[in-house]
């Protein structure tokens, strides 16, 4: 039996693409703020929440 060929995906699927994950990445960066502004800055979650957002800022600009 022969393989199925690969589709080429058009460019308009692969910039949908990249909004969907530029906004789940916003939603995380979003919840982690939450998460960050809640905490006083000497609790040991403070530093990986903001972590969190800082990284899901970062991918968000990549991706854009």
């Given at each position: 039996m022969p393989k199925p060929?690969?589709?080429?995906?058009?460019?308009?699927?692969?910039?949908?693409?990249?909004?969907r994950?530029?906004?789940?990445m916003l939603r995380q960066a979003a919840c982690a703020y939450?998460?960050?502004?809640?905490?006083?800055s000497s609790d040991l979650r403070w530093r990986r929440c903001?972590?969190?957002?800082?990284?899901?800022a970062f991918r968000l600009a990549e991706a854009l």
């Amino acid at each position: 039996m022969p393989k199925p060929t690969k589709k080429k995906r058009s460019r308009s699927e692969v910039a949908e693409e990249r909004v969907r994950m530029s906004e789940v990445m916003l939603r995380q960066a979003a919840c982690a703020y939450a998460k960050v502004a809640t905490l006083d800055s000497s609790d040991l979650r403070w530093r990986r929440c903001w972590r969190a957002l800082e990284l899901a800022a970062f991918r968000l600009a990549e991706a854009l």
